[in-house]
């Protein structure tokens, strides 16, 4: 395929309404297994009960479907300009919440859903105006660097285990998000890897084997967040965290960052904060928040971790 960047970014947004709606499905799916039990561990036996589960399959036809149109748009345009349009799953998922907890969304959702909007689209202006269109393949590079992810991810792991209750939903999402973010360079590796044609097919798959990987711990860790608090949570950790992952490994190992000149390494830097501080507005004011807040309040007994866990 040749670079359509305009495509690309249109399939991203399209892929971001998929992993909204599917992880909004998944949480319902998970929570309803874990509703009569204070225990937040993902069992095997749990997981054979999620499977047979509809709402959830549902939710895992959904992301499927946007993760096979993200891969055609990464396979259209560097992984720094398709990768951050996720961060709208964050604003689709908070109006699907809204919506499913009968609560429209107040001032403070939609100044947040509007600073993570524009700071996103700002963010990918900056991107592709001098991302690189060609990709650098050091297999040496790519090993260390998924290495020093994978070390990253268990250490999110032991925190989301062990560490404080509230912060072990944030925790696992991140460990999740980073294993996604890998998972994204990889696919892009790959896929230069099958059409540069290499004589050593082993890189090729390698490469394979290791996004395969990180998709499927990954998701386990996802799933272990879900259990362990709201999704808009689980969402806007993987919108933030996976991009910055991408993007980071694109730039420094890919080459992709070889042509950012300083007015648009500026750009990415702000408006990705400006990003990032919405989704964390917006963690504040989604209604799964509004509604444990109420009920401890009114006295009234909730799920335990369906409130806020930071």
Known sequence: ???NIPLAIALGVLASLGFALGATL???????????????N?????????????????GTV?????????????????????QPVGILAVPFAALLAARKNHKAPTRGMWLSIGMAVAGIVAFTFFSSRSAATDTLLDMRMILIAS?????????????????????RCLAWATAGAFLYGLATALMKTSLELFKEGRETPLMFW???????????????FIQQAYASGPAEIVVGSMTVIDPLIAVAFGIIVLGEGRNIDAVSATGM???GALASYGVALLSKYHPDAATAYEKKNSGVAGHPKEGITR
């Open 147 to 167: 290495v020093i992810v994978w070390v990253g991810a268990a250490v999110f792991v032991i925190l989301g285990a062990k560490g404080p209750v509230g912060f």
């Open 269 to 271: 830097v702000l408006m």
């Open 206 to 220: 390698l490469s394979v084997a290791g996004l395969f990987a990180c998709y499927g711990v990954g998701a386990w």
């Open 26 to 40: 998944q949480h319902s799916g998970v929570a309803r297994i874990f509703r009569d039990s204070d225990d937040r």
């Open 42 to 58: 993902l069992s095997m036996s749990r997981v054979l009960t999620m499977l047979r589960t509809p709402i959830w399959l549902l």
């Open 1 to 3: 395929m040749t670079q």
């Open 62 to 82: 959904l992301i499927l479907l946007g993760a096979g149109l993200h891969l055609i748009g990464v396979n259209l345009a560097p992984v720094t300009v398709v």
